[in-house]
């Protein structure tokens, strides 16, 4: 036992029970898919008196009340919690357990003498090595650097969203570079914050740690040593926000929407309309939506395989060290391989059924559980063994994009619509959705797609 009765999260483990632990919330934040801002829930870092670290994490039944219960920064004696093994991806420290926090977990305020526990906790990378970390999802990444450059506010167009963009360069004692592109309000707050500094004149360090937080000077060892060792200190170039390139103003933000969903609607095609295309000569990457319903999951090949981080393609290995062939052809780098869904499904409408290919995310999304979790379920080592998760989408109604996939000649998935994009197609423009250009679609209401499932990915750091 720790301090006053305390167990150290070093000496937490799943079938240790009744313990109580006194930490501070060295960061908290809302995990969210960020394909659809499902949330997931709300994470934490924990950090105890010795130093020691776990990622804890409240159910989304639970947020509310614990959101408004705990603070960043502040400290807690925690007790009736939960201790499991960590997720496996994603996650913020090297601790193998986590904590689950839910509504039997005590929550007592500690004041007084809490100096002792950090209040930050790091893992850095040189920048050199961020590289090697590319397929590598199981930790995220922290690093530290001179900021150099930031370029403008940026805004990016993806699917029905308007994402806004800072990209910044940054670098090491050594003089290695590190590309990092923040997003969303990170991007806005970072950029203010930078000019700030810039209009006094100073240079600044940056600290960026997951899941997606940067610091700007932070006060502690690492950053006084990177200072003391940095010999030609620089002040940034803060490249000014130009009238062109200033966020696009609300009319504009809605013309971009609106033409790409003039684009989908006139895309929309029956199964037996896509059946009757000639693969040949359609134009390449041409996408069509297509909604349908999955009547069968054929796994007689299996459902999963090992794949590229970055491209998802299949990967090569020897036995012992895994590469992709597209995205590293030549140095061979050993790879972690990611296990990613392949689904050959069988969907239906009123005019007919065919096969259609899901992969990767795609699928995940429609499960809404990780491929490699399902994986580590199977017990028996058949590969073919196909899970509930899998099983439950017999039956369900969605709307895909679809394209024809050059070697194959057959449908695969590139995006399936859930309620909100569905929405914003229904009343972006005109209210009809069109079938081949011809006759206007039924405007049913949209079956409901299933949320993914994978916690938050950083954009700072992490390559």
């Known amino acids: 036992m720790g301090e006053a009765g305390f167990t150290p999260l070093s000496q937490l483990y799943p079938s240790k029970q009744r313990c109580r632990v006194r930490v501070r919330i060295s960061r908290l934040w809302v995990s969210f898919n960020p394909n659809n801002g499902t949330v997931l829930g709300l994470d934490s870092l924990l950090i105890d008196d010795e130093g020691g670290a776990m990622q804890a994490h409240v159910h989304p039944i639970d947020k509310k009340r614990l959101e408004e219960r705990l603070v960043e920064g502040k400290v807690y004696a925690l007790s009736g919690f939960v201790v499991g093994v960590s997720q496996g991806n994603y996650m913020t420290c090297r601790n193998r357990f986590m904590m689950y926090i839910g509504s039997q977990t005590v929550v007592d305020d500690i004041d007084g003498d809490v100096d002792s526990i950090p209040l930050h906790r790091f893992d850095f990378v ?52 590190q590309e990092v592109t923040l997003y969303g309000n990170l991007a806005n707050d970072f950029y203010a914050e930078i000019r700030e500094k ?107 395989y090992h794949g590229c981080f970055h491209c998802r393609r299949s990967i090569t290995g020897d036995g012992s060290q895994f590469w992709c062939n597209r995205c590293d052809s030549v140095n061979k780098k050993r790879k972690r391989p990611v296990w990613w869904y392949k689904l050959d499904a069988v969907v239906e409408d009123a005019t007919g059924t065919m096969n259609l290919m899901i992969f990767a995310e795609e699928a995940q999304e429609l499960i809404g559980v990780a491929a490699e ?52 197609l229904k009343h972006s423009g005109s209210s009809q959705m069109t079938v081949g250009g011809d006759s206007p679609l039924p405007e049913e ?4 797609s299933a949320s993914s499932c994978s916690s938050q990915l950083t954009e700072v750091g992490h390559a």
């Open 126 to 177: 040189d920048i050199g090595d961020v590289s090697s970390r590319n397929c590598d999802n199981s930790l995220l990444t922290d690093v530290i650097g001179q900021v150099v450059e930031v370029r403008p506010i940026q805004e990016v167009l993806k699917k029905f969203r308007m994402i806004q963009i800072c990209s910044l360069r940054i670098e090491d004692l050594s003089g290695k570079e």
């Open 198 to 304: 810039c209009r006094q004149g100073k240079g600044c360090t940056v600290c960026s740690s997951s899941p997606s937080k940067y610091y700007l000077d932070l006060e502690i060892p690492e950053t006084h040593e990177f200072r003391a060792n940095l010999h030609h200190p620089k002040i940034p170039i803060v490249h000014p926000q130009s009238q062109q390139e200033s966020p696009a103003a609300p009319t504009q933000e809605s013309q971009s929407i609106s033409k790409l969903s003039q684009e989908l609607r006139s895309s929309w095609r029956t199964i037996k309309q896509l059946q009757s295309l000639d693969p040949f000569e359609s134009p390449k990457n041409t996408r069509f939506l297509c909604r349908a319903s999955i009547i069968k999951i054929d796994c007689a090949k299996g459902w999963s």
């Open 373 to 424: 979790d399902l994986v580590d379920e199977i017990t028996d080592g058949n590969r073919r063994t196909v899970p509930d998760a899998i099983l439950n989408l017999i039956g369900s109604t969605h709307a895909f994009q679809v394209s024809i996939d050059d070697r194959s000649l057959g449908f695969v998935v590139k995006w399936v619509l859930n309620d909100d994009d569905l929405m914003l």
């Open 445 to 448: 209401d949209s079956s409901s």
